[in-house]
């Protein structure tokens, strides 16, 4: 879903809309108390359905490449969220936004290099979450999933091999 799609987007109770002209500060607090929200869901929970639109705005590019490492490892989680829902039937079902997704996830698992790091919690979260669900399963039915079982090789020289 890009910025010019209309679609309702609706947010579970107590959480507030996320947009891109957030500052930084506003989108941090927005953000964990949507990841804290997705984090408590269950898939018995069949409200999650209606979110469908609201996954695919949180995997925009914009919050993707966001210029703030805090904002990309909540985006991140809440897309592990999302997927952990939603499985085994993930709403992001472009392949090219599938791999990206991935991509983008593996490049915040490189967190996990520096167990010192205040974030390392939140980004062990992130690999757990990943991990139970086993999420990357998806990408192995994308046409270059080669090239993606490749990227997680970097994180045995990083913080994987702490765990």
Known sequence: MGRGDNLTILYPSGCREITEDLSPDELIRRLKTLAHTLQSMGQDDEAY????????????????????????????????????????????????????????????????????????KRYFYL???LAYVKSFNMCFELEDSQEMCRHPRALHSGGARHL
């Open 49 to 120: 359905k209606e979110y469908i639109p609201l996954a695919m705005h949180i995997a925009d590019e914009f919050f993707l490449s966001y210029s703030s490492r805090d904002v990309q490892l909540l985006i991140a989680c809440c897309i592990a969220d999302v997927l952990r829902v939603y499985a085994p039937d993930a709403p992001y079902k472009d392949p090219q936004q599938v791999k990206n997704l991935f991509l983008f996830l593996i490049r915040q698992l490189g967190g996990l290099k520096d167990p010192k790091d205040p974030a390392f």
């Open 127 to 129: 690999l757990e979450n």
